[in-house]
């Protein structure tokens, strides 16, 4: 069977405004209008590697090109990058569906943010950063998920079903009367 792995079609492309088979990559400051919580940022993301056609200038941004400039906009809006992230994953030893799981986000989310389709909210970068510096942070919220997301609870299960049930006949009354008395 043919493994259906897609070849990149070979240089020269047809070019999608003037049709002609000249449009080659080129590796360029590529100036850029990116979308950001609201605010539309102008910037230069340096070094981005597109198609370009060589006949009337039309640029193509390849999905590489799109996640170097995905990048770009992390650096320039002092974001994580979505390198910074997979190396501090890698450092901590915990996969995306961990790390997602840890600080309540879908793993999906997480995926979305390695391959620069989205980029992290502000208020997320910050707890993100956080997560990575604090062992005691990581730590409480493993707590917090082993316990359902209800930390402010000391024992959950203590005083519910388990002594209210059959299991605890004589215990039952004095349990009963203790908790009640409060
Ligand atoms: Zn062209």
Redesign the pocket.
Known sequence: MAKRERQPKPYPHR??????V??FPETIDYTSTFKYEGRQHHFVAPSVTLNK??????TILTNRALGQVAEAFRVYANLLTAREMRDELHHLGLTQKEFAGQIGVAPETVTRWLKHVQIQARALDKFVRIFFKSPEIREELRRMQHDGNTPADPAPGRQGTSVDSSQAKEPDSRARQLTAGH
């Open positions: 070019c999608p405004e003037c049709g002609d000249a449009v056609c060589r006949t009337c200038g039309a």
